[in-house]
């Protein structure tokens, strides 16, 4: 906190050298002096302006649920719970802070909102996530989206939130993931992965299953860090690969024989 201020009444005490000279006035009798009075400064001060520029850090709680409700109420079916943000509000979300539904971004802000349901961010999660992320404008939440993305960088934090995206993403009744929504969590999250391609390529054309288990988008991220690009370390008898991906390989292996 701030030192406390002493008192109006007490006495200024300026060295000679420093002393500035103040204007007197005779007001019955005495003479009266002039100060200047002084205000704190609130922020940083722009050197070549001279202006004072005010930062607001502060999160506030209520102007962070007024944020929300700005894209609550915006679905088309009228049953639909006016206290959470479905599609139509995260397509809004979207447009303001100049990001794709087909980037990742959305799918790292749920995962730090730590949504339970695709695409539906409730109040709770919204007022929670954001007070630890200390986001109440679109401005912040703008700001701060490069680097939340850039966090995935790091193979630990991504490990975590590729499996988060399977929580996310499932068919919220079911323990497995609709063969096409995991194709395109796979394009979104995978994106550049040396198995993305060609692995959704696998999944669309031959259509080996119907739905994706954990066990299989677990071991698709391992897979992928471990085995090349060209399939030459593959060890098709040592590894405990699920079937799903030594299918995926022997697909491989046809194609380029």
């Not at 323990?175 to 390529?201: D, S, W």
């Amino acid at each position: 906190m701030p030192p406390k201020r002493k008192a109006a009444t007490a006495a200024v005490t300026e060295t000679p050298a420093k002393a500035a000279k103040t204007p007197t006035s005779k007001a019955g009798g005495r003479k009266t002096t002039t100060k200047a009075a002084t205000k704190p400064s609130t922020g940083k001060t722009d050197k070549a302006n001279k202006t004072t520029v005010v930062e607001d850090k502060h999160f506030d709680p209520e102007k962070c649920y007024r944020w929300f409700k700005t894209y609550t109420g915006l679905e088309e079916d009228e049953d639909f719970d006016k206290e959470q943000i479905g599609p139509s509000g995260i397509a809004k979300l979207c447009e303001d802070i100049d990001v794709s539904l087909e980037t990742v971004d959305m799918l790292v802000l749920a995962y730090h909102l730590e949504a339970d349901t695709m695409p539906i961010f409730t109040k709770d999660e919204w007022a929670k996530g954001m007070k630890t992320l200390e986001i109440d404008s679109t401005q912040k939440l703008k700001d701060k989206m490069p680097s939340l993305v850039a966090k995935l960088k790091d193979p630990q934090h991504f490990k975590e939130f590729y499996r988060y995206i399977f929580m996310f993403a499932k068919d919220s009744e079911q323990k497995c993931m609709p063969l096409e929504t995991a194709c395109a969590m796979i394009q979104t999250v995978m994106q550049g992965n040396p198995h993305e391609k060609r692995f959704v390529e696998f999944l669309e054309t031959k259509k080996p299953v119907k739905v994706i288990n954990k066990d299989q988008w677990y071991n698709f991220l391992d897979f992928s860090d471990s085995v090349a690009e060209d399939l030459s370390n593959y060890d098709g008898v040592n590894s405990a690969w699920p079937v799903l991906l030594d299918e995926y390989v022997e697909w491989r292996n046809e194609e380029s024989s």
